[in-house]
């Protein structure tokens, strides 16, 4: 099992510019989740799917919109990219269950935002 | 919404035990507590998670204080490969949405 996998590894976008990040797994995970990681920081979520068909805001939302495009998949799209979105992009799925689920992460896309 | 705190580094000889502390007193009866690491700029790698009993696994221990106000996480013996940040994380009721905070920057020197 590949586990969760994340295209691309690494970006460069300019001001303006748009872009899809793409994230799937193979654990049959109803849950999917993007973060951000902002140098120094811990992660914060940006979007969450707790199952498919379902997505739901995270604690920095503005900027993104997310597709589950099925079970496997979860898309984050950058409509119009700002500097501010220059940061490390995670993936992660898990599980769906109150209160005890691991998330598995991927490796994580590297965006620079000029 | 419960909000833990940790130390921001701490250094631990290789082979001894490390053990890394976390407050989380506004933690709420049924929330979790759990623990995860970020080796270099990989992505976070689950270690283990609790919520009221002491919990053990092949990586760690994780001691939950009896008024859950606090926890320890316990790495028996500490490798190089250990040198990570460790993070202390409430997991809130619904949808299992992770709050990360600043973590513990673990350093283990030979």
């Known amino acids: 099992n590949a586990g969760v996998t994340q295209t691309p590894k690494f970006q460069v976008l300019k001001t303006g510019q748009s872009m899809t990040l793409q994230c799937a797994q193979d654990m049959n995970h109803n849950s999917m989740y993007w973060y951000r990681q902002d140098p120094g920081m811990g992660l914060r979520l940006i979007y969450y799917s707790a199952s498919e068909g379902t997505t739901d805001k995270g604690e920095v939302p503005n900027g993104y919109n997310v597709s589950r495009l099925n079970k496997r998949e979860f898309s984050l799209r950058l409509e119009s990219a700002a500097p501010s979105q220059t940061s490390v992009y995670f993936c992660a799925s898990s599980e769906t269950g109150q209160g005890s689920a691991e998330q598995f992460f991927g490796p994580g896309t590297r965006l620079t935002v000029l | 919404d419960a909000k833990t705190t940790q130390p921001p580094s701490m250094d631990c000889a290789e082979g001894r035990a490390a053990n890394l502390p976390c407050n989380h007193s506004?933690?709420?009866?049924?929330?979790?507590v759990y623990w995860y690491r970020q080796i270099h700029s990989q992505g976070p790698q689950y270690i283990i998670h609790?919520?009221?009993n002491n919990e053990t696994n092949e990586m760690a221990s994780l001691i939950i204080t009896e008024d859950r106000k606090s926890s320890t996480l316990i790495l028996p013996h500490a490798t190089l490969r250990d040198t990570a940040v460790y993070y202390c994380?409430?997991?809130?009721?619904?949808?299992?949405?992770?709050?990360f905070g600043g973590g513990t920057r673990v350093l283990v020197k030979p």
């Open positions: 994380i409430d997991l809130k009721a619904a949808g299992n949405k992770l709050t």
């Open positions: 609790g919520l009221k």
């Open positions: 506004t933690i709420s009866g049924n929330e979790y």
